[in-house]
């Protein structure tokens, strides 16, 4: 039996986000396959929780390409991004709680890079007169991380419907971004 490596990823994403403590046993029984076969593709935790950073890293950087975050309106922008990212959700809201993962140099370059094209869009979105400039370019970069991941933990509670993930974060960062416009 061929094991879908991307697959166990998800699911262990999945396990870990709602239990970080959880043993790679766990890991293995929630993936449908044995421990054996985990440790073969994963040496450890360690080895997992670095393939899941890998993962995510790839991933976003393509949700930040199909959304085309460079294009258009920045609030437009933002709904493109969000839609883009939910399917990487459950891997971010993992990894956003694990800040042991901010040691090797090979992660810190995919987040740098991450965290260096959101910043550019939000501060994009400042100059075009779209978001706030009391608000840090920084600090806009971690909220959506931060609302990405709780819309995860949420649509995986069932205390949100997957189908309105995209609306009801990409409102809630819009209307504390958005600079109001004085009359």
């Given at each position: 039996?061929?094991?879908d490596r991307t697959?166990v990823?998800r699911t262990?994403?999945a396990?870990?986000s709602?239990k970080?403590?959880?043993?790679?046993?766990?890991?293995?029984r929630?993936?449908?396959?044995?421990?054996?076969?985990l440790?073969?593709?994963?040496?450890?935790?360690?080895?997992l929780?670095?393939?899941?950073?890998?993962?995510c890293?790839?991933?976003?950087?393509?949700?930040l390409?199909?959304?085309?975050?460079?294009?258009?309106?920045?609030d437009?922008?933002?709904r493109r991004?969000?839609a883009?990212?939910q399917p990487?959700?459950?891997l971010?809201?993992?990894l956003v709680?694990e800040?042991?993962?901010?040691?090797?140099?090979?992660?810190n370059?995919?987040w740098?890079?991450l965290?260096?094209?959101?910043?550019?869009?939000?501060?994009?979105?400042?100059?075009?007169?779209t978001?706030?400039?009391d608000?840090?370019?920084a600090?806009?970069?971690e909220?959506?991380?931060?609302l990405i991941?709780?819309?995860?933990w949420?649509?995986a509670?069932?205390?949100?419907?997957a189908n309105d993930f995209?609306?009801?974060i990409a409102e809630?960062l819009?209307g504390?971004?958005?600079?109001?416009v004085?009359?």
């Open positions: 039996m061929s094991v697959q990823l262990a994403a396990l870990l709602r970080a403590t959880a043993t790679m046993d766990e890991v293995a929630a993936a449908g396959i044995g421990r054996a076969t440790h073969r593709h994963f040496a450890g935790r360690d080895a929780v670095r393939a899941l950073e890998q993962l890293i790839e991933e976003t950087e393509a949700a390409e199909s959304a085309r975050i460079e294009e258009g309106p920045a437009e922008a933002v991004l969000v883009a990212a990487v959700a459950p971010l809201a993992f709680t800040n042991q993962l901010f040691e090797g140099d090979g992660q370059e995919g740098a890079r965290d260096a094209r959101l910043v550019a869009f939000f501060r994009r979105g400042q100059e075009e007169g978001f706030r400039i608000l840090t370019p600090w806009l970069c909220a959506f991380y931060g991941g709780s819309g995860a949420a649509v509670d069932g205390r949100v419907a995209s609306y009801m809630l819009l504390g971004a958005r600079r109001s004085e009359k």
